[in-house]
């Protein structure tokens, strides 16, 4: 075996899952960001937890509303997704820049993408620093799944977003 660095390392776990955070925007729009450091971190209570690097617009949004819904977007929106990764809804409403069809989900004031296969809709409980990122762990409230949809990874670290094939 040889020594890797983290970037290497992440394209040996690919295909990595990719999530679409959904946050308010202070007018009440949404903001989207893709996001591969997130996981599963319990079942009773359902917990799931993201990290976003520290000067995220996601982050900040998400700690100040103390909601969140966290997706797994359809594969009609790979493009959309890089997109979404490469402007903050700091400066730019990312919907509207990328003519992305929003649905409204009910009991939240977030809406998400109409192709969405998952939707984890939770609150925040707590932040961690950890390292150049923020860890949010958040309650899952409510899960909302069309298991008919294709999902999307992270291929080639994240260099890539494409559904996974079995196999
Ligand atoms: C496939 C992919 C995965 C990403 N994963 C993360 C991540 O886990 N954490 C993070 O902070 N940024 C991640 N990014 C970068 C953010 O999406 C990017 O910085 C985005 O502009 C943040 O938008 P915001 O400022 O509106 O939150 C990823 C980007 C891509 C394309």
């Not at 040889?2 to 946050?23: F, G, Y």
């Not at 493009?79 to 409204?104: F, L, R, W, Y």
């Not at 390292?131 to 298991?147: M, N, P, Q, S, T």
């Amino acid at each position: 075996m040889k020594e890797l660095n983290i970037m290497e390392a992440t394209v040996c776990t690919s295909p990595n899952p990719l999530t679409l955070i959904c946050s308010r925007n202070e007018d009440g729009s949404t903001n989207l960001a893709p996001i591969c450091f997130v996981s599963y971190l319990s079942f009773n209570p359902p917990m799931v937890g993201f990290a976003a690097g520290k000067q995220s617009h996601t982050g900040e949004r998400v700690r100040e509303t103390g909601s969140v819904i966290i997706t797994v977007p359809g594969e009609s929106l790979a493009g959309a997704v890089v997109a979404c990764g490469t402007s903050t809804g700091a400066a730019v409403n990312k919907v509207a820049e990328h003519h992305i069809e929003m649905q409204a989900v009910e009991g939240s004031d977030i809406q998400i993408p109409a192709d969405t296969k998952l939707a984890m809709v939770a609150t925040l409980e707590q932040t961690l620093e950890t390292g150049d990122h923020i860890l949010h762990i958040c309650r899952v409230e409510k899960f909302l799944g069309d298991e008919s949809r294709k999902g999307l990874y992270a291929w080639n670290g994240f260099g890539k977003v494409a559904p996974a094939v079995e196999g």
